[in-house]
Every structure is written in structure tokens, then in C-alpha cells.
């Protein structure tokens, strides 16, 4: 049965039609939002996917080319590996759904988003969004929904309810907010430096349009929703749990994870499982779920001491950090290093400098071409967590991780004019016990400063935990968590930011919601530490080094006017070419004039300047020129003041001596110095040797 739901949403109207397309998928939304196409299915298994201690989910957002009328560049001309914004999407859909499916759910659901015409006033991301939740909800896949998401944007100081792309990619805030009916499920940000309690204003009111957005799925969910279908569940039973206990008691547990050394904690563990496999050795059915209750009896000790004994694994108090300590310059030859250390927790972040010509192109369903000036890297060998495992390259994770420490340094960088480099940040993971991303932002920071990027102001990151109990008045955050309670909390509470605001956020929980307190708390605790960790890296720099490395490429920006372009650039490139090989210096020039001349010479790139204003400065009477002779004429000589910019030396004009031919004066390669007499009788540039002043 096909039917049709409309609402308005930020002044447009949202469609959707369900029943229309993708009938087999057991959840299928056709969504429309301006002329922005989105098709949002989601689809289970039948069963649970044997030997997997997880719930399988996977979430896709998949951009086609052909929705911006594009065909994909190289020799395949189709679709290839997901690009970054497709990842990050998929990311930020996943990331307020996974908790509401059932924890003891292991059947696999893919949650698929097929972007099928993109309108720049109204951008996909969010359709896609808003498609998911409608899909899962509809479908009989076991889901506490619906879930949805605004996008907020700040424009001249206004709040902007879902901004179009200009306004995403050039506004103060862009803030991506999901809720249930009752609480915010998650928060995703970048910002430059806005204010706490902006953040929190923007906050409040996407979460309360999303409330109109989830009774408008509500009704289509009242209509057309299928029932739930069962499934198995994966459940510990309590009579292993209670066989476990009576083996290994709640205070033998307490004493094995109340350490601050994470691999004394893992072998405390390792003990405890090789005990209860021996106790079980006849109990064939219990040993296949033995992992999973340990787990969750591991995981019900932490979450009790930290909530009603008020004490964390390592002994800290709630709101205290680790120990902290930041370095620069350990790298030689590089153009900036830098390591941050954060208890076990260590990144080291490597900064590499490029001419604007190295800039990163970027296919995407933008309009335009998009590059990227700053790049940020991200990677997490699997030695920093004591574990082997062949390296596949960057997954999920790293692409996540890496663009969230890029956001939140993008608002302190130089403009182009002021640093005329391309940037790229590498952070690679040594040790990792925590929130290596927040880590890397700070490693980041310090490296560019290192490096000699004129940054505005250092930046920070640091996450905040929650363990909650039983109503919402019983909970504990916890600042700066490391691993363990990452892996057993409630929420990661990432924020990064100067002394003067915040500059991006990305929130992860596992409960079905925070409430205002939970969150105005997490932003405060997150604020308070934040100023800790800067006191600490401006101990190791203070300020941006006032020059760029020894080892880094040297640039000098002049500008030209844009009509002269083409001047500088000559037919075919052949001036440029001539000037690059001239000097030994490497020159780009963008649409708007400004020249970038990167060598390691300094002489080199002073004569490539000089010559360049040779080329786009017009003839002018009286102007004294040095060139060299490139032809030599009857009736005079060609003088070439730099590639393409020519003037002619009449033979008269030559000496102050009657001469019978050119030659018995100027010889080819012969550096000589002219004077501009204006233009002659023919109206044709005059220039003269016989009349320099000496």
C-alpha cells in the first residue's frame, strides 16, 4: 500500500512515501526535501549471526555522482570507496540509533542511504537522517524509536534551522542534534569559538524541533508501522551469573579492576577467566557464554563502585585528570612535532608544510570543487593497545577520529593571505587508554604551533564520562575517561576548545538519552579541565615560532592583478615554466591574484619576485629595465626583462657613437640596462641604452 506523509520542516515541505519503493527491505522510506532524493531501507536477518558478542549493525550513506549531474573522474567512471563525508555521515546516523535497538539483539540490520538527488538549499545529510529513523521505526525490527535530527547553524549571530550548504560550510556553528521524545541521544559540532552557553541555546532548540519530527513519525509509524517481530535473545542466564559469583566474588572482582595499569587489570581478568573455565570445564553450554558474563560482571562491578562508592578504577577522584605532559621538536628533519601525554594515553602529531598546489581535491556532491587546505590524520596501530593485527588502513574509527581533531583546529588556522600553505597533521597513536582523539587535538595543536603555523589560540579536547542508575537524578560524570570506563559508561563526551570557546563536540552514549543537567554538566566539567590542559601545553610552547622549520618550504605571497594572470602564466604556461626554471622555485597563483612563490632559496624566490613584477607592471617613461639580448636585428636588438616581457632597443639608440651594426656593440646573452622613453611616433614602447643616466 503506497501512501504519502508531508510536514513542513524549516520552511519547506518533507515527503515521504512509504510503500512505493524497496517493498522487500523490511523498512523502506522514500524521502523528498526540496529536491533533495533520499532513499533510507532497513532490513534484518533472519536469525542471529552465530559466535559474536556484538550487535551487527551497519549504517551506509552512499553518494552517487549522477545526483549532482557528475560523471566520476578516473578511469573507472563509477563509484569506488566511500568518500570521508559518506563515512562521517554514516557515523553520525549510527551513533543515535545502535542504543535503541535491544542489547541482547544479534540478528545483523544494515540501515542503507542512497542519495539520489541533492538540492543545495537542502542538504542530504539530513534527509538521510530523518529516512533512517522513519525506515527503522516502521519496519518490524525491534527499535526503542523514533529517533530524529535537526541541524543547526549560526549566521551574522542568528540560530539557522537546517542551513543550506553555504550557509553549513560558512557559518560560526554547525550542529547536528538527535533526540528521542525524552532526551538528547546525541550531539556533533563544530564551531568557532562559540560560547557554552550558545552551544547549550542551540542545543535546547534542536531538541525541541526534533520533537515535531518525531510526532510527525509517529503518526506514519500509528499508520503503517509493522509489529516487531521476536527474535533470539543472547542473553546471560542468572544461574551462570550466580555459579560465577560463588567462584569469584564481587570483592575479588573490585580488587582486580581497581588498578590504574591497564595491562595489570587485563591479566587480573585473564586469571579470573582461566579459574572459571576450569570450574566449567563440564558445563559445555556455559563455556560458550563465559566471555560475555564475565564481561558483564566486570562491567556491573565498575558501574557500582563508580556510582555508589564513588571510586573510579585508578583510584582518581571524579572530576580529576591524569597526569598530564606535553613536548615538541622530539622529531628531527620534520617541520613540526609534537607529544602529548595524557596518563596512558600518549599521541604524537607531525606537521608537514606544502605549497597551496598540494591542497587536497576533493569529489563530493558539492556544486564546486572542494579542497581541503587542512589535513588531519589519524592513525591507531594495534600496538598501542598491547595487540596484533595486520594494518588494513584507516577504517571507520580513524576517519571518524581524525576529522573530529581536524574541526576543531580548523577555526584558529591562518587565512591563506596570512600563510600561504597547504597543512597536513598526522597523529599517530603510541599508547592509547582513552580518548585519543581529544588527545590528538591537543598534540595537533602544539605541533602546528611548533611548526610555525601562526595559530590563533592553542586548542584543547577533553571527553567526559557518565554512569547512570536507576532514575535520572542518579548519575556520576566523570572527567577524563580512560578506557575501561569508556568501555562500560554511558557516554563520551568529547569537547574541544580555546580559552574563549568551543570549537567542536561530538557525544556518544549507550542509554536512550541525557537529560539538560547531564548535559549542562558534561559541557561544564569538559570547560574546567579544558583549562588545565592549556596551562600545560603553554608550558611547552606559548606561542607560534615566528618562523617556519629549517627543513620546511619557504613562501613568499605577492599579488598581482587578476587580469594579469594570464601575462604571468604566457601561452601554454610557457612563461611560467620559464620562470620555475629559471629560479628553481615553485609558483601558484590563484584566481584572485595572489602568487605564491615556494623554494628553499631565498635569492631564487627574491628573483622570482622581482621578475614577476617585471611582468605585470606596464612600460612606464623614465622606468630604467636590466635584461639580457635574445635577438639581434638590422635595425636593433630584443631585450628580455623577464619570460615573455620583451621591449626593443632601436640602433640609434643603441650608443652615443655613430654605429654600422648592431653586433659591433651587443653580442646575444649580453646583460644590459635600458632606460623607457614612452611610446614613439607609431605608438609603439621606446626604449634606450644611449640615454641611461650613469
Known amino acids: 500500500m503506497y501512501r504519502s506523509f508531508s510536514m513542513e520542516l524549516a520552511g519547506k515541505t518533507l515527503t515521504v512515501d512509504i510503500g512505493r519503493v524497496a517493498a522487500q527491505a523490511n523498512g523502506a522510506a522514500f524521502m523528498h526535501y526540496g529536491d533533495t532524493t533520499v532513499l533510507s531501507t532497513a532490513t534484518a536477518s533472519d536469525k542471529p549471526r552465530d559466535g559474536i558478542d556484538f550487535f551487527p549493525l551497519s549504517v551506509e550513506y552512499e553518494e552517487k555522482l549522477y545526483s549532482v549531474g557528475k560523471i566520476p573522474g578516473g578511469f573507472n567512471k563509477r563509484e569506488g570507496k566511500a568518500s570521508e563525508n559518506s563515512v562521517l555521515t554514516s557515523r553520525v546516523i549510527d551513533r543515535p540509533m545502535r542504543p535503541l535497538f535491544p542489547k541482547d539483539y544479534r540478528n545483523d540490520v544494515t540501515v542503507s542511504n542512497l542519495v539520489l538527488s541533492v538540492d543545495s538549499e537542502c542538504r542530504p545529510e539530513i534527509v538521510a537522517m530523518i529516512g533512517s529513523s522513519i525506515a527503522t521505526s516502521i519496519s518490524d525490527i525491534p527499535f526503542a524509536g523514533p529517533c530524529a535530527m535537526t541541524q543547526v547553524g549560526i549566521i551574522g549571530g542568528e540560530f539557522v534551522i537546517n542551513p543550506n550548504q553555504e550557509q553549513w560550510k560558512n557559518g560560526d556553528l554547525t550542529l547536528t542534534v538527535a533526540s528521542t521524545a525524552e532526551k538528547v541521544i546525541m550531539i556533533e559540532a563544530g564551531a568557532n569559538e562559540v560560547t557554552e552557553e550558545r552551544v547549550l541555546e542551540a542545543i535546547y532548540l534542536a531538541h525541541d524541533l526534533n520533537q515535531e519530527v518525531i510526532a510527525f513519525i509517529n503518526k506514519i509509524v500509528a499508520e503503517l508501522g509493522k509489529e516487531k517481530h521476536s527474535y533470539t535473545s543472547c542473553s546471560v542466564p542468572e544461574e551462570l551469573f550466580t555459579a560465577i559469583k560463588g567462584i569469584v566474588p564481587p570483592t575479588q572482582m573490585e580488587e582486580a579492576v581497581f588498578t590504574d595499569e591497564k595491562q595489570v587489570r587485563q591479566e587480573n581478568i585473564r586469571g579470573i577467566t582461566e579459574t572459571l573455565k576450569t570450574a566449567f570445564a563440564d558445563k559445555e553450554e556455559w563455556l560458550s557464554l563465559l566471555p560475555e558474563a564475565i564481561y558483564q560482571y566486570e562491567k556491573k562491578t565498575v558501574r557500582k563502585m563508580?556510582?555508589?562508592?564513588?571510586?573510579?578504577?585508578?583510584?582518581?577522584?571524579?572530576?580529576?585528570?591524569?597526569?598530564?605532559?606535553?613536548?615538541?621538536?622530539?622529531?628531527?628533519?620534520?617541520?613540526?612535532?609534537?607529544?602529548?601525554?595524557?596518563?596512558?594515553?600518549?599521541?604524537?602529531?607531525?606537521?608537514?608544510?606544502?605549497?597551496?598546489?598540494?591542497?587536497?581535491?576533493?569529489?563530493?556532491?558539492?556544486?564546486?570543487?572542494?579542497?581541503?587546505?587542512?589535513?588531519?590524520?589519524?592513525?591507531?596501530?594495534?600496538?598501542?593497545?598491547?595487540?596484533?593485527?595486520?594494518?588494513?588502513?584507516?577504517?571507520?574509527?580513524?576517519?571518524?577520529?581524525?576529522?573530529?581533531?581536524?574541526?576543531?583546529?580548523?577555526?584558529?588556522?591562518?587565512?591563506?593571505?596570512?600563510?600561504?600553505?597547504?597543512?597536513?597533521?598526522?597523529?599517530?597513536?603510541?599508547?592509547?587508554?582513552?580518548?585519543?582523539?581529544?588527545?590528538?587535538?591537543?598534540?595537533?595543536?602544539?605541533?602546528?604551533?611548533?611548526?610555525?603555523?601562526?595559530?590563533?589560540?592553542?586548542?584543547?579536547?577533553?571527553?567526559?564520562?557518565?554512569?547512570?542508575?536507576?532514575?535520572?537524578?542518579?548519575?556520576?560524570?566523570?572527567?577524563?575517561?580512560?578506557?575501561?570506563?569508556?568501555?562500560?559508561?554511558?557516554?563520551?563526551?568529547?569537547?574541544?576548545?580555546?580559552?574563549?570557546?568551543?570549537?567542536?563536540?561530538?557525544?556518544?552514549?549507550?542509554?536512550?538519552?541525557?537529560?539538560?543537567?547531564?548535559?549542562?554538566?558534561?559541557?561544564?566539567?569538559?570547560?574546567?579541565?579544558?583549562?588545565?590542559i592549556l596551562d600545560v601545553m603553554e608550558s611547552a610552547i606559548a606561542a607560534p615560532r615566528a618562523e617556519v622549520a629549517t627543513f620546511a618550504p619557504k613562501i613568499i605571497q605577492v599579488q598581482i592583478d587578476p587580469l594579469k594572470i594570464g601575462d604571468v602564466v604566457g601561452q601554454r604556461g610557457k612563461t611560467i615554466n620559464a620562470l620555475v626554471e629559471r629560479t628553481g622555485v615553485k609558483i601558484d597563483i590563484s584566481d584572485t591574484g595572489a602568487v605564491s612563490i615556494c623554494g628553499t632559496d631565498k635569492a631564487g624566490m627574491d628573483e622570482a619576485a622581482r621578475l614577476i613584477e617585471i611582468i605585470v607592471t606596464d612600460y612606464k617613461e623614465g622606468q630604467l629595465l636590466t635584461g639580457k639580448v635574445v635577438s639581434i636585428k638590422d635595425f636593433g636588438a630584443f631585450i628580455e626583462f623577464a619570460p615573455g616581457k620583451e621591449g626593443m632597443v632601436h640602433i640609434s639608440r643603441i650608443s652615443k657613437e655613430r654605429i654600422e651594426k648592431v653586433e659591433d656593440v651587443l653580442s646575444l646573452d649580453q646583460v644590459v640596462t635600458v632606460v623607457c622613453l614612452g611610446k614613439d611616433k607609431m605608438g609603439r614602447m621606446s626604449f634606450s641604452m644611449k640615454d641611461v643616466k650613469r
Do not use: W
Open 306 to 532: 563508580i556510582l555508589e562508592d564513588h571510586k573510579r578504577p585508578d583510584g582518581r577522584k571524579l572530576n580529576q585528570l591524569r597526569h598530564l605532559a606535553a613536548e615538541i621538536d622530539l622529531i628531527p628533519r620534520v617541520h613540526g612535532s609534537a607529544m602529548f601525554t595524557r596518563g596512558q594515553t600518549q599521541i604524537c602529531d607531525i606537521v608537514t608544510l606544502a605549497p597551496l598546489s598540494e591542497t587536497q581535491r576533493v569529489d563530493g556532491l558539492d556544486d564546486n570543487e572542494v579542497r581541503k587546505r587542512y589535513m588531519h590524520h589519524y592513525n591507531f596501530p594495534s600496538y598501542s593497545v598491547g595487540e596484533t593485527k595486520p594494518s588494513r588502513g584507516p577504517g571507520r574509527r580513524e576517519i571518524g577520529h581524525g576529522a573530529l581533531a581536524e574541526r576543531a583546529l580548523i577555526p584558529v588556522l591562518p587565512s591563506e593571505e596570512v600563510f600561504p600553505y597547504a597543512i597536513r597533521a598526522v597523529s599517530e597513536t603510541f599508547e592509547s587508554n582513552g580518548s585519543t582523539s581529544m588527545a590528538s587535538t591537543c598534540a595537533s595543536a602544539l605541533a602546528l604551533m611548533a611548526a610555525g603555523v601562526p595559530i590563533k589560540k592553542a586548542v584543547a579536547g577533553i571527553s567526559c564520562g557518565l554512569v547512570t542508575g536507576d532514575t535520572d537524578e542518579n548519575y556520576v560524570l566523570l572527567t577524563d575517561i580512560q578506557g575501561l570506563e569508556d568501555f562500560f559508561g554511558d557516554m563520551d563526551f568529547k569537547v574541544t576548545g580555546t580559552r574563549d570557546g568551543i570549537t567542536a563536540i561530538q557525544m556518544d552514549i549507550k542509554i536512550h538519552g541525557l537529560t539538560k543537567s547531564m548535559v549542562e554538566g558534561a559541557i561544564a566539567r569538559t570547560r574546567e579541565a579544558r583549562f588545565t
